[in-house]
């Protein structure tokens, strides 16, 4: 087996989502609180790189066991479905799931350290990310089966790891950072809802009630439109209302990504290979957007200096 085949499995293009928070909440707690702990950086980063290709594969394994994922990868959306790894043969079920299980316990291990080190509420915060993790898409709860996959992600990849990352080097929590970590929530739900859109036909075979799946294609494009239009209202109201340094509003830099996401949305919403040009706008939305967002909060720091 290659390594090349592992690194299709983790889907390295969709990385940005698991850490690109961690970056943002340490940058808060140097840029308001003036702390900074490299050796907790770095832990929390790794952690939430393994917890984020776990989850990529987890969610990838169970949907090929429910048959959502039909295709292989010659044939696909690369920014939606799974990896293709497994429809191809390449890497099997088990060795898939193994290595999630292994990728879960490292990041489980970290959080154990840190809830010895910094206190409960460590504890707390991983406990509530990883329930959201395993559950996105197991029984009991399988919240991306029944309607709440896009909500669920919204918290775990937004205040949840902003909040955690915060926490490990301010050792407090507070609302400034629970809501600059809504930011990253809200731009994964909307990512998440502009995948659901080429991936629709075999979502509903499968009975992924998603929200695409409950209300449809066009409701998705006018859900995805809108949530995009939250996301930049929100940054603009909490600069507006001092939550924000003004700095922060260099995060609407990544309005043409978005604007160039919803030409290629509305141009090719029936066609799930052409999509993938609106896909992957969408994620240099995400990711140029966290990175503007972070460096507006550390240059705010480095002005007041």
């Excluded at 900074?36 to 984020?52: E, I």
Aim: hydrophobic fraction near 55%.
């Amino acid at each position: 087996m290659q390594l090349s085949e592992w690194i299709r499995a983790f889907r390295l293009k969709f990385l940005p989502q698991g850490v690109m928070p961690v970056l943002l909440g340490t940058a808060i707690a140097w840029s308001v609180d003036n702390r900074f702990n490299l050796g907790y950086f770095l832990l929390a980063f790794f952690g939430m790189m393994l917890v984020q290709f776990g989850l990529t594969m987890l969610d990838d394994w169970h949907d090929f066991i429910m048959g959502t994922d039909a295709t292989g990868t010659e044939e696909k959306n690369p920014y939606t479905g799974g990896s293709g790894v497994l429809m191809d043969g390449t890497i099997t079920p088990n060795e898939m799931l193994a290595v999630v299980a292994l990728f879960y316990v490292i990041a489980i291990i970290i959080g154990v350290y840190f809830t010895l080190v910094l206190g409960p509420t460590v504890m707390y915060i991983v406990l509530a990310g990883f329930f959201i993790s395993i559950f996105y898409s197991l029984k009991p709860f399988q919240f991306a089966y029944r309607g709440l996959g896009e909500f669920m992600m919204l918290l775990g990849y937004g205040p949840t790891i902003t909040l955690g990352a915060y926490f490990v080097q301010a050792q407090r929590l507070t609302w400034q950072v629970f809501l600059a970590g809504l930011i990253p929530g809200m731009l994964m739900w909307a990512m998440i809802v502009i995948n659901e859109i080429p991936d629709f036909d075999a979502d509903r075979r499968s009975d992924k009630k998603n929200l695409v799946v409950r209300f449809g294609v066009e409701a998705g494009k006018s859900l995805y439109v809108g949530g995009l239009a939250v996301i930049y209202g929100f940054i603009v109201l909490c600069v507006v209302f001092g939550v924000f340094p003004a700095t922060a509003l260099m995060a609407l830099l990544s309005l043409p990504f978005a604007l160039q996401s919803i030409r290629y949305l509305r141009r090719y919403y029936r066609d799930k290979l052409k999509m993938a040009l609106a896909n992957k706008e969408m994620v240099k939305v995400y990711s140029y957007t966290m990175l503007f967002l972070t460096l507006g909060f550390l240059l705010d720091r480095v002005i007041a200096l």
